[in-house]
Protein backbone atom coordinates (compact mmCIF):
# COMPACT_ATOMS: atom_id res chain seq x y z
CA UNK A 1 0.00 0.00 0.00
CA UNK A 2 2.84 2.47 0.45
CA UNK A 3 3.74 3.03 -3.29
CA UNK A 4 0.09 4.03 -4.24
CA UNK A 5 0.19 6.19 -1.02
CA UNK A 6 4.01 8.50 -1.65
CA UNK A 7 2.31 9.08 -5.25
CA UNK A 8 -0.59 10.60 -3.94
CA UNK A 9 0.91 12.40 -1.51
CA UNK A 10 3.66 13.77 -3.63
CA UNK A 11 1.09 15.10 -6.00
CA UNK A 12 -0.36 17.58 -2.65
CA UNK A 13 3.35 18.02 -2.53
CA UNK A 14 3.79 19.35 -6.11
CA UNK A 15 0.59 21.02 -6.44
CA UNK A 16 0.47 22.43 -3.17
CA UNK A 17 -3.93 22.72 -3.90
CA UNK A 18 -5.51 19.74 -4.99
CA UNK A 19 -8.84 20.32 -6.05
CA UNK A 20 -10.82 17.64 -6.32
CA UNK A 21 -12.70 19.05 -9.44
CA UNK A 22 -11.58 21.35 -12.07
CA UNK A 23 -15.15 22.96 -12.65
CA UNK A 24 -15.43 27.23 -12.44
CA UNK A 25 -14.88 28.20 -8.97
CA UNK A 26 -17.48 30.15 -9.04
CA UNK A 27 -19.90 27.88 -10.07
CA UNK A 28 -18.59 25.08 -6.97
CA UNK A 29 -19.08 24.54 -3.62
CA UNK A 30 -15.26 25.26 -2.55
CA UNK A 31 -14.19 23.84 0.27
CA UNK A 32 -11.11 24.40 2.09
CA UNK A 33 -8.62 21.52 4.07
CA UNK A 34 -5.85 22.46 5.72
CA UNK A 35 -4.25 18.52 6.85
CA UNK A 36 -1.10 16.70 7.87
CA UNK A 37 -0.73 14.49 4.14
CA UNK A 38 2.70 14.12 4.94
CA UNK A 39 4.93 14.04 7.68
CA UNK A 40 4.58 12.96 11.16
CA UNK A 41 0.41 12.48 11.54
CA UNK A 42 0.03 11.52 8.19
CA UNK A 43 -0.63 8.25 9.54
CA UNK A 44 -3.83 9.14 11.29
CA UNK A 45 -4.93 12.17 8.99
CA UNK A 46 -3.87 11.52 5.39
CA UNK A 47 -6.24 8.11 4.87
CA UNK A 48 -9.29 10.73 6.52
CA UNK A 49 -9.17 13.37 3.49
CA UNK A 50 -8.27 10.93 0.94
CA UNK A 51 -11.37 8.89 1.12
CA UNK A 52 -13.45 12.61 1.81
CA UNK A 53 -12.07 13.19 -1.52
CA UNK A 54 -13.06 9.99 -3.04
CA UNK A 55 -16.26 10.34 -1.56
CA UNK A 56 -16.73 13.64 -3.40
CA UNK A 57 -15.09 12.04 -6.30
CA UNK A 58 -18.16 9.85 -6.86
CA UNK A 59 -20.76 12.82 -5.85
CA UNK A 60 -19.58 14.96 -7.91
CA UNK A 61 -19.64 12.03 -11.22
CA UNK A 62 -22.98 11.68 -10.29
CA UNK A 63 -23.73 15.81 -10.74
CA UNK A 64 -23.01 17.16 -7.15
CA UNK A 65 -24.76 18.69 -4.65
CA UNK A 66 -27.63 20.70 -5.75
CA UNK A 67 -27.00 20.77 -9.06
CA UNK A 68 -23.37 21.67 -8.14
CA UNK A 69 -19.87 20.14 -7.90
CA UNK A 70 -18.09 20.36 -4.48
CA UNK A 71 -14.66 21.23 -4.93
CA UNK A 72 -12.21 20.45 -2.45
CA UNK A 73 -8.94 22.58 -1.91
CA UNK A 74 -6.41 20.49 -0.19
CA UNK A 75 -3.25 21.78 1.44
CA UNK A 76 -0.64 19.58 2.83
CA UNK A 77 0.46 21.47 6.70
CA UNK A 78 2.75 18.38 7.69
CA UNK A 79 1.28 19.32 11.25
CA UNK A 80 3.62 22.12 11.06
CA UNK A 81 1.79 25.37 12.68
CA UNK A 82 3.29 27.85 10.32
CA UNK A 83 2.52 25.88 7.17
CA UNK A 84 -1.10 25.45 8.67
CA UNK A 85 -1.75 29.48 9.64
CA UNK A 86 -0.67 30.16 4.98
CA UNK A 87 -3.01 27.28 4.49
CA UNK A 88 -6.06 28.72 5.87
CA UNK A 89 -4.65 32.43 4.92
CA UNK A 90 -4.85 31.19 1.80
CA UNK A 91 -8.06 29.22 1.38
CA UNK A 92 -9.63 32.03 3.57
CA UNK A 93 -8.44 34.75 1.70
CA UNK A 94 -7.74 34.10 -1.44
CA UNK A 95 -9.59 31.06 -2.58
CA UNK A 96 -13.02 32.65 -0.73
CA UNK A 97 -14.02 28.89 1.20
CA UNK A 98 -17.79 28.19 2.50
CA UNK A 99 -16.22 26.44 5.06
CA UNK A 100 -12.64 25.24 6.06
CA UNK A 101 -11.68 22.03 7.40
CA UNK A 102 -8.57 21.03 9.85
CA UNK A 103 -7.54 17.56 10.21
CA UNK A 104 -3.76 17.81 11.68
CA UNK A 105 -2.19 18.19 15.25
CA UNK A 106 -3.47 19.86 17.98
CA UNK A 107 -0.56 22.54 17.31
CA UNK A 108 -1.96 23.86 14.08
CA UNK A 109 -5.30 25.02 15.39
CA UNK A 110 -4.62 28.07 16.97
CA UNK A 111 -3.26 30.09 13.79
CA UNK A 112 -6.17 28.62 11.96
CA UNK A 113 -8.93 29.14 14.58
CA UNK A 114 -7.73 32.88 14.08
CA UNK A 115 -8.01 33.23 10.24
CA UNK A 116 -11.25 31.31 10.10
CA UNK A 117 -12.47 33.78 13.00
CA UNK A 118 -11.01 36.25 11.39
CA UNK A 119 -12.82 35.63 8.12
CA UNK A 120 -15.58 34.56 10.05
CA UNK A 121 -15.69 31.26 7.89
CA UNK A 122 -16.93 27.97 9.94
CA UNK A 123 -14.16 25.77 10.98
CA UNK A 124 -14.44 21.67 11.51
CA UNK A 125 -12.09 19.76 12.53
CA UNK A 126 -12.75 16.14 10.67
CA UNK A 127 -10.61 13.23 12.12
CA UNK A 128 -8.66 15.23 14.14
CA UNK A 129 -8.60 15.92 17.96
CA UNK A 130 -11.75 18.11 18.78
CA UNK A 131 -10.89 21.47 20.73
CA UNK A 132 -12.67 22.32 23.54
CA UNK A 133 -14.04 25.34 22.30
CA UNK A 134 -16.39 22.59 20.34
CA UNK A 135 -17.86 21.54 23.45
CA UNK A 136 -21.26 22.56 24.91
CA UNK A 137 -22.76 24.22 26.91
CA UNK A 138 -21.33 27.20 25.02
CA UNK A 139 -19.52 26.45 22.05
CA UNK A 140 -17.59 28.74 19.33
CA UNK A 141 -19.78 29.64 17.25
CA UNK A 142 -17.78 29.06 14.31
CA UNK A 143 -16.39 25.95 15.52
CA UNK A 144 -17.21 22.36 14.91
CA UNK A 145 -15.89 18.82 15.51
CA UNK A 146 -17.00 14.93 14.51
CA UNK A 147 -14.17 13.22 15.26
CA UNK A 148 -14.64 10.07 16.81
CA UNK A 149 -12.34 10.44 19.62
CA UNK A 150 -12.65 13.36 22.40
CA UNK A 151 -10.13 13.73 25.33
CA UNK A 152 -12.75 14.82 27.37
CA UNK A 153 -15.25 11.91 26.79
CA UNK A 154 -12.89 9.11 25.96
CA UNK A 155 -10.43 9.39 29.06
CA UNK A 156 -13.00 9.25 31.82
CA UNK A 157 -14.60 6.24 30.10
CA UNK A 158 -11.64 4.49 29.68
CA UNK A 159 -10.69 5.23 33.16
CA UNK A 160 -13.59 3.48 34.40
CA UNK A 161 -13.21 0.61 32.20
CA UNK A 162 -9.43 -0.29 33.17
CA UNK A 163 -10.90 -0.48 36.75
CA UNK A 164 -13.77 -2.23 36.06
CA UNK A 165 -11.80 -4.95 34.39
CA UNK A 166 -8.83 -5.07 36.63
CA UNK A 167 -8.29 -8.28 38.79
CA UNK A 168 -5.73 -6.41 40.82
CA UNK A 169 -4.75 -2.82 42.08
CA UNK A 170 -3.95 -1.09 39.12
CA UNK A 171 -0.49 0.70 38.44
CA UNK A 172 -0.94 3.12 35.57
CA UNK A 173 1.81 4.09 32.50
CA UNK A 174 0.35 6.82 30.77
CA UNK A 175 1.60 7.38 27.51
CA UNK A 176 1.14 10.49 25.41
CA UNK A 177 2.88 12.98 22.66
CA UNK A 178 4.01 16.65 23.50
CA UNK A 179 1.29 18.49 22.05
CA UNK A 180 -1.17 20.54 23.63
CA UNK A 181 -4.20 17.83 23.45
CA UNK A 182 -2.51 14.94 24.02
CA UNK A 183 -0.93 16.43 27.35
CA UNK A 184 -3.85 17.42 28.41
CA UNK A 185 -5.59 13.90 28.23
CA UNK A 186 -3.08 12.22 30.20
CA UNK A 187 -2.29 14.70 33.14
CA UNK A 188 -6.68 14.02 32.48
CA UNK A 189 -6.02 10.24 33.18
CA UNK A 190 -4.06 10.31 36.00
CA UNK A 191 -6.62 13.50 37.70
CA UNK A 192 -9.29 10.58 37.28
CA UNK A 193 -7.17 7.39 38.12
CA UNK A 194 -6.19 8.85 41.41
CA UNK A 195 -9.74 9.53 42.04
CA UNK A 196 -10.45 5.70 41.62
CA UNK A 197 -8.40 4.67 43.67
CA UNK A 198 -5.40 4.19 40.95
CA UNK A 199 -1.59 4.48 40.63
CA UNK A 200 -0.18 6.25 38.14
CA UNK A 201 3.25 5.59 38.59
CA UNK A 202 4.70 7.00 35.36
CA UNK A 203 3.82 8.95 32.21
CA UNK A 204 5.93 9.33 29.15
CA UNK A 205 5.60 11.87 26.39
CA UNK A 206 6.90 10.53 23.47
CA UNK A 207 7.78 12.85 20.45
CA UNK A 208 6.45 11.56 16.76
CA UNK A 209 9.30 11.04 15.16
CA UNK A 210 10.39 9.25 17.63
CA UNK A 211 12.64 5.73 16.05
CA UNK A 212 12.85 3.92 19.03
CA UNK A 213 10.45 3.42 21.84
CA UNK A 214 12.53 0.61 23.93
CA UNK A 215 13.58 3.67 26.40
CA UNK A 216 10.48 4.54 27.23
CA UNK A 217 8.72 1.33 27.23
CA UNK A 218 11.76 0.25 29.65
CA UNK A 219 10.82 3.82 32.41
CA UNK A 220 7.45 2.20 32.37
CA UNK A 221 8.27 -1.35 32.52
CA UNK A 222 10.56 -0.23 35.68
CA UNK A 223 7.97 1.88 37.38
CA UNK A 224 5.89 -0.93 38.11
CA UNK A 225 3.18 -0.39 35.62
CA UNK A 226 0.93 -3.16 35.19
CA UNK A 227 -1.78 -1.09 32.88
CA UNK A 228 -0.39 1.28 29.73
CA UNK A 229 -2.90 3.88 29.01
CA UNK A 230 -2.02 5.42 25.48
CA UNK A 231 -3.86 8.47 24.27
CA UNK A 232 -1.81 9.51 21.40
CA UNK A 233 -1.67 9.11 17.68
CA UNK A 234 -1.29 5.49 16.81
CA UNK A 235 2.15 4.97 15.84
CA UNK A 236 2.84 6.02 19.48
CA UNK A 237 0.51 3.94 20.90
CA UNK A 238 0.93 0.96 19.13
CA UNK A 239 5.23 1.09 19.08
CA UNK A 240 5.07 1.89 22.67
CA UNK A 241 2.90 -1.29 23.32
CA UNK A 242 5.15 -3.03 21.53
CA UNK A 243 8.19 -2.24 22.83
CA UNK A 244 7.25 -3.11 26.27
CA UNK A 245 6.53 -6.72 24.95
CA UNK A 246 9.88 -6.73 23.68
CA UNK A 247 11.12 -6.16 27.57
CA UNK A 248 9.02 -8.78 28.68
CA UNK A 249 6.17 -7.09 30.24
CA UNK A 250 2.73 -8.82 30.78
CA UNK A 251 0.38 -6.63 31.65
CA UNK A 252 -2.79 -4.97 30.05
CA UNK A 253 -2.94 -1.96 27.84
CA UNK A 254 -5.91 0.19 26.56
CA UNK A 255 -5.71 2.56 23.76
CA UNK A 256 -8.34 4.46 21.52
CA UNK A 257 -8.55 2.91 18.07
CA UNK A 258 -7.84 5.28 15.27
CA UNK A 259 -8.40 4.16 11.60
CA UNK A 260 -4.98 1.74 11.65
CA UNK A 261 -6.64 -0.66 14.58
CA UNK A 262 -8.50 -3.17 13.30
CA UNK A 263 -5.67 -4.35 11.09
CA UNK A 264 -3.32 -3.77 13.91
CA UNK A 265 -4.67 -5.31 16.28
CA UNK A 266 -4.85 -8.39 13.64
CA UNK A 267 -1.12 -8.50 12.90
CA UNK A 268 0.18 -7.85 16.73
CA UNK A 269 -2.59 -10.34 17.99
CA UNK A 270 -2.03 -10.39 21.66
CA UNK A 271 -5.05 -10.43 23.62
CA UNK A 272 -3.45 -7.84 26.20
CA UNK A 273 -3.90 -4.82 23.92
CA UNK A 274 -7.30 -3.32 24.24
CA UNK A 275 -8.94 -0.78 21.89
CA UNK A 276 -12.04 1.24 22.44
CA UNK A 277 -13.19 3.26 19.71
CA UNK A 278 -16.41 5.43 18.39
CA UNK A 279 -16.62 3.98 14.86
CA UNK A 280 -17.28 0.17 14.25
CA UNK A 281 -14.44 -2.03 12.88
CA UNK A 282 -15.58 -3.38 9.59
CA UNK A 283 -15.36 -6.40 10.64
CA UNK A 284 -19.13 -5.81 12.29
CA UNK A 285 -20.55 -5.88 8.44
CA UNK A 286 -23.55 -3.84 6.96
CA UNK A 287 -23.90 -1.94 3.41
CA UNK A 288 -22.23 0.59 4.67
CA UNK A 289 -18.99 -1.22 5.38
CA UNK A 290 -19.09 -3.16 1.28
CA UNK A 291 -19.54 0.78 0.12
CA UNK A 292 -16.62 1.66 1.75
CA UNK A 293 -14.71 -1.19 0.60
CA UNK A 294 -16.24 -0.87 -2.95
CA UNK A 295 -15.16 3.07 -3.34
CA UNK A 296 -11.48 1.88 -1.76
CA UNK A 297 -10.92 0.18 -4.64
CA UNK A 298 -12.27 1.71 -7.62
CA UNK A 299 -11.31 5.73 -6.32
CA UNK A 300 -7.69 3.65 -5.61
CA UNK A 301 -7.55 4.62 -2.32
CA UNK A 302 -3.54 4.13 -0.90
CA UNK A 303 -4.82 2.72 2.60
CA UNK A 304 -6.74 -0.49 3.58
CA UNK A 305 -10.57 0.11 3.70
CA UNK A 306 -10.40 -0.64 6.89
CA UNK A 307 -8.94 2.57 7.65
CA UNK A 308 -12.01 4.87 5.36
CA UNK A 309 -14.70 5.06 7.88
CA UNK A 310 -13.66 8.35 9.58
CA UNK A 311 -13.61 9.94 6.19
CA UNK A 312 -16.40 8.15 4.75
CA UNK A 313 -18.19 8.99 7.74
CA UNK A 314 -16.80 13.10 6.98
CA UNK A 315 -18.33 12.68 3.55
CA UNK A 316 -21.64 12.06 4.99
CA UNK A 317 -21.70 14.90 7.24
CA UNK A 318 -19.81 17.46 4.77
CA UNK A 319 -22.69 16.24 1.67
CA UNK A 320 -25.69 17.05 4.44
CA UNK A 321 -24.37 20.37 5.23
CA UNK A 322 -24.68 21.44 1.65
CA UNK A 323 -27.38 20.16 0.55
CA UNK A 324 -28.89 22.05 3.77
CA UNK A 325 -27.17 24.98 3.11
CA UNK A 326 -28.59 25.29 -0.64
CA UNK A 327 -27.22 27.24 -3.73
CA UNK A 328 -25.61 29.44 -3.49
CA UNK A 329 -24.13 28.81 -0.37
CA UNK A 330 -22.18 31.08 1.68
CA UNK A 331 -20.27 30.89 5.13
CA UNK A 332 -23.10 32.03 6.96
CA UNK A 333 -25.27 29.76 5.48
CA UNK A 334 -23.24 26.78 5.64
CA UNK A 335 -22.98 27.52 9.40
CA UNK A 336 -26.65 27.45 10.11
CA UNK A 337 -26.79 24.52 8.64
CA UNK A 338 -23.87 22.90 10.54
CA UNK A 339 -26.01 23.68 13.78
CA UNK A 340 -28.76 21.63 13.08
CA UNK A 341 -26.89 18.46 11.72
CA UNK A 342 -28.58 15.84 12.64
CA UNK A 343 -26.55 12.62 10.24
CA UNK A 344 -27.75 8.66 9.84
CA UNK A 345 -24.40 7.10 10.58
CA UNK A 346 -25.43 4.17 9.16
CA UNK A 347 -23.70 1.96 11.22
CA UNK A 348 -20.53 3.25 11.31
CA UNK A 349 -21.39 4.57 14.77
CA UNK A 350 -23.84 3.78 17.43
CA UNK A 351 -26.21 5.98 16.96
CA UNK A 352 -27.10 9.45 15.15
CA UNK A 353 -24.31 12.67 15.29
CA UNK A 354 -26.45 15.45 15.75
CA UNK A 355 -24.76 19.19 16.56
CA UNK A 356 -26.90 21.66 18.06
CA UNK A 357 -26.57 25.41 18.53
CA UNK A 358 -25.37 25.09 22.00
CA UNK A 359 -23.33 21.67 20.96
CA UNK A 360 -20.90 21.56 17.99
CA UNK A 361 -19.75 18.71 19.29
CA UNK A 362 -22.39 15.41 19.80
CA UNK A 363 -25.11 15.17 22.22
CA UNK A 364 -24.20 11.43 22.58
CA UNK A 365 -21.07 9.13 22.38
CA UNK A 366 -20.67 5.74 21.76
CA UNK A 367 -17.80 3.25 22.04
CA UNK A 368 -17.22 -0.34 21.17
CA UNK A 369 -14.73 -2.54 22.65
CA UNK A 370 -12.15 -4.97 21.07
CA UNK A 371 -8.96 -6.82 21.50
CA UNK A 372 -7.44 -10.37 20.02
CA UNK A 373 -9.28 -13.40 20.72
CA UNK A 374 -6.01 -16.16 20.93
CA UNK A 375 -8.77 -19.06 20.67
CA UNK A 376 -10.33 -17.56 17.60
CA UNK A 377 -7.36 -16.43 16.41
CA UNK A 378 -9.33 -12.86 15.39
CA UNK A 379 -9.91 -9.38 15.91
CA UNK A 380 -13.41 -9.73 18.60
CA UNK A 381 -15.98 -7.16 20.03
CA UNK A 382 -15.17 -6.99 23.79
CA UNK A 383 -18.24 -5.36 24.66
CA UNK A 384 -20.99 -3.27 22.51
CA UNK A 385 -22.03 0.32 22.31
CA UNK A 386 -21.21 2.04 25.33
CA UNK A 387 -23.65 5.11 25.18
CA UNK A 388 -22.18 8.31 27.22
CA UNK A 389 -24.53 11.73 27.41
CA UNK A 390 -22.75 14.88 26.23
CA UNK A 391 -23.59 17.62 27.85
CA UNK A 392 -20.60 19.47 28.90
Given at each position: ?????L???????????L??C????Q?????????A??????????PV?E????????????????G?????M????Q???????A???????????V?????????T????I????????????????????T?????D?????????????????????????S????????I????????????????????????????????P??????????????????W???????????K??????????????????????????????????H??????????????????????A??????????G????????????????A???????K??A???K????????R???????????????????????????K???????????????
Amino acid sequence: MRAPFLSFAAAIAGAGLLPVCAANAQDTYNVGITAAMTGPASATQAPVIEMLRIYFDRLNAKGGINGHKINLMIEDDQAEPSKAAANATKLVRQENVVLLINSSFSSTYGPVIAEAKRGKVPLWFAGAVCPKETHPPKPDPLLFCSTGFDFSIDIPVATKVIKETSKEPVKLGLIGIPVPISRIGVDTAEKIAAGLGMETVDKEFIPPTTADYTPFANKIKSAGANWGYAYAPWPAESKTFEALRRLGWTGHYMAYGHIQAEDELARIADPGLHVFMANSMVLEGGAVFQEIRDAAAAGKYSFPATYGTEGWLTGLILEQILTKAGWPADAEKVTAAMEKLNLDTKGIRGGPLVWTKENHLRTKQYYRFYHYDSDKKSVVRERDWLQVDVTD
